[in-house]
C-alpha cells in the first residue's frame, strides 16, 4: 500500500478540480486509496476527459470468478465523475448523484483496461458525462456508463 497524500477539504477548494487531478497525476498529490484496493490509476487529465488504467484479479471477482460488477462501476464512477470534476472551478467540489453502468462482455482477469470519462455537462448545480471500459491492447468495448454529479459549495 502507498502512503496517501490527501488534501484537506479547504485544500481541495483551493484549486479546481482539473488542478487538483493534475497534481494526483505528477504525483504531487497521491490517488484515493480505492485506487490500491481494486489495483487502478489516473492516467490521463484533459478538460472534460480522464482516463484511468487497470487491471482486475481474482480478488475482484464474483463466487463464479467472473469480474464483480462493482469493479467496473466504480472505474466508470471514477472516470466519469473526475471528467466532471476537471471542470468545476476552485472554491466548489463535487459528489456523484446517480451513475449507470452496462456490461457489454466480461472482462477476463489479468486484462489491462482503460476506463475514459467525459464531461457532457457541467453547470452551477450538475454535471453529467459519459464512459467506457476498453481493453488497452485491442480496444474491446467492456462497458458503457453514465453519471450525473452534484457541484456544492462548502456550508457556510
Not at 46 to 59: K, L, S
Not at 79 to 89: D, F, G, K, T
Request: hydrophobic share 35%; proline share 8%; with cysteine.
Amino acid at each position: 500500500m502507498t502512503d496517501h497524500i490527501i488534501p484537506t477539504m479547504p485544500e481541495i477548494l483551493a484549486m479546481s478540480g482539473i488542478e487538483h487531478l493534475q497534481r494526483i497525476l505528477s504525483g504531487d498529490l497521491s490517488g484515493p486509496p480505492i485506487g490500491d484496493l481494486l489495483r487502478y490509476r489516473l492516467t490521463m487529465v484533459d478538460d472534460g476527459v480522464v482516463a484511468f488504467e487497470g487491471t482486475p484479479g481474482p480478488e475482484h471477482c464474483n463466487p463464479t470468478g467472473g469480474v464483480h460488477g462493482g469493479w467496473y462501476g466504480t472505474l466508470l464512477d471514477s472516470c466519469m465523475s473526475c471528467a466532471v470534476w476537471s471542470r468545476i472551478p476552485k472554491g466548489r467540489f463535487y459528489t456523484t448523484l446517480e451513475y449507470k453502468v452496462n456490461l457489454i462482455r466480461a472482462i477476463p482477469q489479468g486484462t489491462p483496461i482503460v476506463a475514459t470519462g467525459w464531461a457532457d455537462h457541467v453547470g452551477r448545480s450538475t454535471g453529467t458525462g459519459h464512459g467506457e471500459i476498453r481493453g488497452k491492447a485491442d480496444g474491446r468495448l467492456f462497458a458503457t456508463g453514465t453519471v450525473t454529479c452534484l457541484i456544492l459549495s462548502p456550508e457556510p
